[in-house]
């Protein structure tokens, strides 16, 4: 079956440093990639997306690439922020079939210290 | 707009008892999804309403766990009776038409199951 597996945490860094968590996936035909996270005591939300191979998707400074070769979507960010302290989720969907449910890893947390 | 909430948010109980949990989605998204993550584990589908009807429930784990979604508004999971293993969080996310990316998730319910 389909799968997502993402870098245990926790990961810890300083200010300013760069970030990288890594997710790879198992899925049949073409999944929707995305990138979640859960600040404390909050919710889960959406941090950005990709649809199809090649598509990078981006928001607050965060980038990740669809790679279909390496079937990976790697999150990436140059400079993080005390802010950026979450707990991070890769997560697959495949909406043609499956009205959007999706596939989680098993999330990462990020402790940005000062 | 009111985002996705869950009450309670924390709910600690002893094995054989009954719990339910229930979940306020936007107003107007027609999908309804339950999801949980178990001992920090990967977050996992539970089940999905369309308004009031389940659409895809292959993710409940066994009969002990019963949702409804009475009227395609809020949604109640019911836990009868509790075992051990069903402690986690479980989260509640809302979207609105079939092919919506982004699901919008509720802050979670911590269930501890004693």
């Known amino acids: 079956g389909d799968s997502v597996t993402q870098m245990e945490g926790p990961v810890t860094l300083s200010e300013e440093a760069f970030l990288t968590i890594n997710c790879t996936y198992t899925?049949?035909?073409?999944?929707?990639l995305f990138w979640y996270v859960q600040y404390p005591g909050e919710g889960l939300q959406l941090l950005l997306k990709a649809t199809k191979a090649d598509d990078k998707g981006s928001n607050k400074g965060f980038e990740a690439t669809y790679r279909k070769e390496t079937t990976s979507f790697h999150l990436e960010k140059g400079s993080v922020q005390v802010s950026d302290s979450a707990v991070y989720f890769c997560a697959l969907s495949k909406t043609t079939d499956s009205w959007g449910k999706l596939q989680f890893g098993a999330g990462t947390q990020v402790v940005v210290t000062p | 707009e009111a985002g996705v909430t869950q009450f309670p948010s924390h709910s600690v109980i002893e094995k054989g008892q009954t719990v339910t949990l229930r979940c306020d989605p936007i107003?107007?998204?027609?999908?309804l999804y339950w999801y949980r993550r178990v001992m920090g584990k990967e977050i996992k589908f539970l089940l999905h309403?369309?308004?009031?009807?389940?659409?895809?429930e292959s993710g409940m784990p066994n009969n002990r766990f019963l949702a409804e979604r009475t009227g395609g508004t809020y949604s109640t999971l019911k836990v009868q009776p509790a075992e051990l293993e069903d402690s986690g969080v479980y989260f509640c996310?809302?979207?609105?038409?079939?092919?919506?990316?982004?699901?919008?998730f509720g802050p979670g319910t911590r269930l501890t199951v004693t």
């Open positions: 996310a809302s979207s609105q038409g079939r092919s919506s990316y982004e699901q919008y």
């Open positions: 309403f369309v308004k009031e009807s389940k659409q895809d």
């Open positions: 899925a049949t035909g073409y999944p929707s």
């Open positions: 107003s107007g998204h027609d999908n």
